[in-house]
């Protein structure tokens, strides 16, 4: 079973055991062994499961915290940082971190950060100070990045509880069958708008909101009064009237979602589905989304 799966399970029976697993993955990171994820792999897991978790995460704030060190330290085990930050900067701000206050005298060479090794206790100093740097300088992304963690779980907040809720109530898993307890959000709301039912997280274009709607607006409600007076009910328009149903995310939309979409409309050939969205979302771009920019959130200490 894969990662993925795995995390699935843990958060749908506790928040507080979903990240005690991703603290697992993060103490094996790049430990050398081969055996352990990236942070390049770790980044769309945490991503999974604080959208998984939503507002539960609020109430974890030790787990949290435990998990920000496991992955710092992860970070500090790895020449590059983890990829957290862009190589340059991160040299850049080592450099400058450590400028003046290196093991002097004696010659060395120049380490993998632009830093002066040299031999003996002086050496182990100064690989100290070097540790002690990149610290200074990861610390502060990594906030920025669990920062964005938690924006990632209150996004669906207001959407209303169950549009939020993600993860299957245990007596709903053995209805989903083959022990899944995830239910995939854009999956879930058109099943229910199929259905027949009014999904209010959906926002409609052809609803009364359109601009044709606007502009006709007072002549229809006029029409609809004179049809009530004649005892005409008018039936409510839904979605499913149309045969052509348009859906575009903002925000992307995976190729998960598209194949879980395609599956679903296949089995009501009465409508024509357009999927569409702002890009195609895969682990890879949500990580290099997430890590964007970490330097420039928060300046970095140059001390």
């Not at 002690?132 to 990045?145: F, G, I, N, S, Y």
């Not at 959407?159 to 959000?185: D, M, S």
């Not at 925000?251 to 409309?265: H, N």
């Not at 589905?273 to 970095?300: D, I, M, N, V, Y």
Request: some cysteine; glycine content about 14%.
């Amino acid at each position: 079973m894969s990662h993925q799966k795995v995390l699935q399970h843990v958060a749908a029976e506790a928040a507080t055991s979903a990240l005690q697993s991703l603290l697992q993955l993060a103490t094996r990171a790049h430990t050398g062994d081969g055996g352990g994820l990236g942070l390049a792999e770790l980044v769309p897991l945490l991503a999974m499961v604080y959208s998984l978790l939503g507002p539960q995460v609020e109430a974890e704030a030790e787990a949290e915290q435990r998990l920000r060190e496991a992955l710092l330290q992860a970070c500090l085990r790895d020449e590059r940082g983890g990829g957290l930050l862009p190589e340059r900067e991160l040299r850049a701000a080592v450099a400058a971190a450590t400028s003046g206050g290196g093991g002097g005298g004696g010659g060395g060479e120049v380490g993998d950060f632009g830093f002066e090794e040299v031999d003996g206790p002086a050496g182990a100093a100064s690989e100290a100070e070097l540790m002690a740097a990149k610290r200074d300088v990861l610390a502060p992304a990594l906030r920025e990045l669990f920062a964005r963690l938690r924006a990632v779980a209150a996004a669906r907040r207001g959407l209303g509880p169950r549009a939020e809720a993600l993860l299957l109530p245990y007596g709903q898993q053995a209805e989903a069958g083959a022990g899944e307890v995830y239910r995939p959000l854009l999956r879930h709301l058109f099943e229910r708008m199929l259905a027949g039912e009014d999904v209010s997280e959906l926002q409609r274009l052809s609803g009364g909101g359109s601009i044709v709607a606007s502009t006709l607006g007072v002549t229809g409600s006029l029409l609809k009064k004179g049809a009530q007076m004649l005892g005409v009910r008018a039936k409510a328009a839904r979605p499913t009237d149309a045969k052509l149903v348009v859906v575009y995310v903002v925000g992307g939309i995976s190729l998960g979602e598209v194949r879980e979409l395609r599956q679903l409309f296949a089995q009501h050939p009465r409508h024509r589905l357009l999927l569409g969205g702002t890009h195609l979302t895969s682990p890879a771009s949500l990580a290099k989304q997430l890590l964007q920019g970490l330097h420039e959130a928060e300046a970095l200490p140059v001390e």
